[in-house]
C-alpha cells in the first residue's frame, strides 16, 4: 500500500460557464497533494465516475434542483470508488462505495459530510459500474419516475426516448416487467437493435433514420398511454400527437436542449395535454431517496435472475474527461457513459 | 302565443372553416320554417346563447375532444331557452332550460336526442344568464379544474389568466372561498379594478400595462401553487417561472393562440415542469357531467348567500354574431360573453 502522502490528486475544476457546447476552455487541470482523513473521516480512491447528461445545467449558472458547480471547483460527480483509508467504523479500507466522489482522483470525506453525501457501500458481485447504471441514479431515476409518476398499468404502452442510456434502459426493462409494450426512441440501427434483441423492447424507432411520427404511428397502434423524456424538442412534439387519453408524460429531462444558444423550443403540441386530458409532469430523483434501497433490492434481483441487464460504455482516463462528456450529446455513447479512471 | 307553423327560425352556418380570425365569409345566414316537435319531442325558443373561446377551435377540421361542426352545418352553441312546445313530459310550456340550442332563434330536440343533450330546467330566480356563466359550462370548467386538478389547499397562492372572464371569475372566487391567495391576469384596469374590488381577489396583473413577470413576483412573493391557464403564450412562459415545488398548472385553453396563423409557441420555460417537480395537465369538463349537480348546488348557495358573482356581458341580435365572437379574441368583452338571441 501506498504511504497517503505521497499521493497526488489530479483533479478537473469548472474554469468557466460554457455557452453551447462545453469545450476545453471551460477546464482547469489543477493537481494537489492528497492529505489523510482527519477523525471520523475517509478517503476514497477514484475507479470510475458517471457521465450524464444533468451535468451539463450544473454548468449553467442560476437555480435548478440543485446549486450550480461554481467556478473553481472540482466539478460534481458521482462514482464508484475503494476505500483507501477510513477513521469511520461503517467503511473499512478495501470496501466499494458508490459516493459523490467528483471528477477527481482521490477524494477525501470528512466525518460531518459522509452521512449527507448519502455513501454507501456496494456488492461488487453485480459489477461495479452496474452501481452508476440500472442500480445507480439513472436507474433510481427510471424506477421511480417510470413506476409513481407514470404509473403503468399492465397493457399499457410505453415509449421512452434515449432508449440504449442509462435511464431508457432501466425504464424500457422495468416496463415489460410490469407488463406493458415498450417502444424505445434511439438513434442509429446498433442501438435500436440491442434494444429490441438483448433488452427485449418490442421496438425501436430510430431517430436517424426517418420520421418519428410515422414510427409511433406504426409501433403504438393505440397510442401512446405513458411517454418518458429524456430528450425534449421535436421528439416530444411528435410523442404528443399519439398520446392517449388520461396519458403520463414523464419530464426527465431534454438532452437536445441543454446546449442551445438559442431559447428552449417550448412543446408546441402541448394542447394536445388539453385534448387528451393528459398531464405531463417533472421528476427529479433526489425526492425518492428513502426509497432507493427498494428499488435497488427489486432491480439488483432480475439482475441476478437474468431479467435484466446493465450496459456501460467505458471510457478511459481523467484527462479525456472533457472529451468524453461530449459524446452524451453528439449520441455517441452506446449504454450509461462511465470514466475509469484508475484501475484497483 | 304564437301558431308554430308560422315561425320562421333564423340561423348562422359554418360556411368556410377561417385562417386565423373569423371573419362573415365564414358564415351563413339562413331560414326555415320551425317544425312542431314530434312525439316525445320539445321545442325550445332561444334566449340567450353562450359565446366560448372553444367555439375557435370547432370551427376548424381534425380531431379534438370533440368533433368539429361539419361545412353547412349551424353553428354549436349551448344557451338558455324557454320551452314553447313540449311533448315530454319533464319539460313544460313556459320552463326555462339550459340547452345545446346551436346559434338559431328555435331549436328542436327530438326525444332521441333529449337524454344525450343534456338539456335541464334552470331556477330563473338566480338568473337566465347566470346559467351560462358560473352555473354553466364554464363554471362548471373553472370548479373541477381548480378543485380536480389544481387541488388547493388553503393558503395556496394561485394564479388565473382570463381572470374576468367567464371560467376565470369562476376560479378566482372559489379559490378565496377555499382560503387561497388568488392573483388574476387581465387586459386593462377596469378588469383589474373589478376582480380586486367586486370579486375580492388579491390582486390582478394587467397584462396591458407593464410586465407580467414583475407583476408576478410582486404579488406572489411565495410562488405560485397553482396557475389556472386559459391563455398559453407569453403569460403561460412566465408564470412557469415562478412556480413553486409540486406546482399544478391546469391547461384549460390557449385563447391566445387559436387564430395563429403561424405554430403554436409551446411553453418554452416548461423545464420548470423537472426543476419543481410540478404537473402541467388538461382539462375537458364534460369529463365532470355526473357531479355538475354538486358543483352547481355548492356555487348556487353561495351566489344566494352574496358569497359569490356572476358577471355576464350581453351582446344583442343573432344577426351580430359574428362580430360578437370577436370580442373574445380581442379582449373587448368584460365577464362572460353572451349573446341574446330574443326576449321573452
Redesign the interface.
Known sequence: MTAIASLINHQVRLAARPTGLPTRANWNFTTEPVAEPGSGGVLIKTLYLSLDPAMRGWMNEG???IPPVEIGAVMRAGGIGKVIASHDPAFAVGDYVNAGLDVQEYCLIPEAQIKRSGMFKIDARLGLTTWLNVLGMPGMTGYFGLMDVGQPKAGDTVVVSGAAGAVGQTVGQIAKLKGCRVVGIAGGKAKCDWVVNELGFDACIDYKAGDVKAGLKEHCPKGVDIYFDNV?GDIL?AVLTRITRGARII????IS?YNNTT??????????????????????VF?YADRYPLAIAEMAGYLKDGKMKSREDVAQGLENFPETLLKLFNGENFGKLVLQVAKE
Open positions: 437555480k435548478s434542483y425534449g412534439d419530464i426527465c429531462g431534454a436542449q431559447p428552449v423550443k417550448g412543446p408546441a403540441n402541448y394542447l394536445s395535454l388539453l385534448v387528451n386530458r393528459a398531464r405531463m409532469e417533472g421528476i427529479v425526492d
